[in-house]
């Protein structure tokens, strides 16, 4: 909005200054610097306002011990999250771009699921909130809805992304010399299930004070880079023709949804740093994690965001390992899932388990940049 409104006053005499707009790292830091302060200047009335409407988190009595004494803190928190990114993101984003609305639409329709799964728990007093099928049920025909379009429409879509949509960017080969094409159908799917498994891996994460948020901000600096230097041209080349990634200058723009994306999580991290004043909640990690899962299908980054967001893959794959273990053995492999749990139930202080995987997620992401040069 304030880029539409404001670059085209560039061209008259005085306001010069304003053709600044038009460079996507200042629109990145301006989003980043709105969100930030609006979570900051926000989350105190926002706790205040959950705390007076009784919004507090449900806690499973079969976790840990420490947990019990989180019963009654304000949950939810995630919405504020989401109202700062979206208003952040349409203020300083081209309006016209598609992969931003296409990350926002999921993004927001994955943050009302959320907002039902949050809303069934608090509404009976019970950790259970929404089935897994009924979770699915609404996730999956947002994504393939959108995922559809993206791969098999013509109308809206830019050129650039038309030209290599069905091609998929594999880790550690080259994009321009080793191709693999998909077909658009299976495309389709592929990428349907990226984004659902994304948000629940997100959501299976959110268990400790800043666990999740801390690799969501990590996977959006990331993506931050990978987006912008899509798009990026230097002295006429093209910078991911040299570093052999997708190029895309279309999503180049989703690099002021991740510049939002940090500054959003940053605030919220203020108050959610153990011990937490607020949680995040599904509307939150539901939301933020189908947001990424997007970005990685926008950038051609699926792949890659396995080992980019591998913390959130080893949450998943905890659970799924843990399930199928009992089902079919009746024993358990970790002491609790997902396995964040069961480093606690090994001793872990909460804070140790926390860092520490932020340590990890770190190391993933600099794996992600380093294996760009690695083909």
Known sequence: MIYTLLYPLSAHEGLGFLNVLRYVPFRVVAATVTAMFLTFGLYPWFI?????????????????ATHLGKAGTPTMGGALVLLALGLSTVAWAEPTNAMVWTVMGVTAAYGLVGWLDDAAKIRRRSSGGLSARVKLALQIPVAAALCAWLFLGESGLPADWLAIRTRLAMPFVSFQKHPVELPAELYVV??????????????LTDGLDGLAIGPVMINAGTYLLLAYLGGLTVFGRSVATYLDIPPLPSAGELAIYCGALLGAGMGFLWYNAYPAQVFMGDVGSLALGGGL???AVCTK?????VILGGIFVLEAVSVLVQVVSYRLTGR????????HHHFEKKGWAEPKVIVRFWIVAVLLALVTLGQLKLR
Do not use: C, K, W, Y
């Open 301 to 305: 980054n699926e792949l890659v965001s």
């Open 332 to 339: 358990r492999v970790f002491l609790m899932a997902p396995i």
């Open 48 to 64: 205040r306002r959950l705390r007076a409407r009784q919004i507090g988190q449900v806690v499973r009595h079969d976790g840990p």
């Open 293 to 295: 899962g997007a970005i």
């Open 190 to 203: 592929f990428a349907t299930l990226v984004i659902v498994a994304t948000s629940n891996a997100v959501n």
